[in-house]
């Protein structure tokens, strides 16, 4: 157990709670706690509101991070922001595509670049090097499948004081705020791991979510290494399952029968849930 603790604050309710829990419990048992938030630029404007909404209710500050792609094999940089600067419309994910091109299924690498690398970049910054700080994951202790074998990791809600979904609801329901989504909605406004029914019931709640995606597949669906090589003659990369783009989605659901379609249940987990939780044992 090292001394210092990087609190990784993914914007959901559980997080939010560890975090709490971290700063109002457990703060003796590290000498320096940091509390970091990284913004995609893609988030959910609830999921801002809920950050800074945390912070000033339970008087922490949160360290806002953005991803900052370096040109050629340098890696993802960062950049310190605020609720006020922090950005809303997908610049930090263009930036990112517009390097390693359109992530989805087969290339899973927007955690790594968005969340995973531009926190690591700031602790090092910091002065952190890796090894000498431990990293807070928040992971409940229904969720047990979702841990990593890094020794670095540590999972208050499932090790310290075990809390299941139940658990955070009890809590939060407690509170005068919460975090204003359902659970089919998650922090990215339209996650590609997300099932179709998910997906199509956002696209129907507000269809012009899905332009930035369209134009993200539109301007970077050959950016990637494999059009490099040129063993791909005709494939351009979308976002979704079996190969789907925006297109593809917006032409299901003008059939209009996605609704009852069998699929993943709506309010259960597929992949995606209210956050994406940076250095958990399946993040990409």
């Known amino acids: 157990m090292n001394d210092r ?35 995609t630029g893609w988030e959910n404007d609830a999921t801002l509101d809920f950050v800074y909404r945390c912070e000033q209710f339970f008087g922490f500050s949160a360290v806002w991070v953005e991803a900052v792609p370096q040109d050629g094999k340098v890696g993802t940089a960062h ?16 930036a990112f595509i517009q390097k390693y091109g359109v992530p989805n299924s087969k290339f899973p690498s927007c955690t790594r670049e968005l969340k995973l690398r531009p926190i690591t970049h700031w602790a090092r910054a910091q002065g952190w090097a890796a090894g000498t700080y431990d990293t807070a994951i928040g992971i409940r202790a229904d969720e047990a499948q979702r841990r990593s074998g890094e020794s670095t990791y540590m999972y208050p809600l499932l090790d310290w004081l075990p809390i299941d979904k139940p658990g955070v609801n009890r809590f939060w329901f407690a509170q005068p ?22 997906l199509l019931t ?17 301007e970077y669906g050959l950016v990637g290494p494999e059009f490099k090589k040129g063993i791909v003659p005709g ?32 309010d ?11 250095f958990e044992g399946a993040a990409s």
């Not at 399952?241 to 009852?260: C, E, I, M, P």
């Not at 987990?269 to 994406?276: A, R, V």
């Open 202 to 218: 956002l696209m129907d709640e507000n269809p012009a979510q899905f332009d930035f995606f369209d134009r993200m597949e539109r």
């Open 79 to 94: 950049r310190v922001v605020t609720y006020e600067t922090a950005s809303r419309n997908g610049e930090p994910f263009e």
């Open 235 to 266: 494939y351009r990369r979308t976002f979704f399952r079996g190969n789907l783009s925006v297109g593809d989605l917006r032409a299901l659901h003008a059939k209009g029968d996605w609704a009852t379609a069998v699929d993943d249940a709506l």
């Open 5 to 39: 603790l990087l609190v990784s604050f993914s914007g959901g309710e559980t997080s939010a709670l560890m975090t709490h829990l971290l700063l109002t419990k457990w703060r003796d048992k590290y000498a320096d706690m940091r509390v970091v938030f990284a913004n």
């Open 177 to 198: 705020f919460r975090l204003q989504l359902a659970g089919y909605q998650g922090n990215c406004k339209t996650c590609w791991k997300k099932s179709n029914r998910k």
């Open 268 to 278: 259960t987990d597929s992949g995606c849930s209210e956050s994406c939780e940076v």
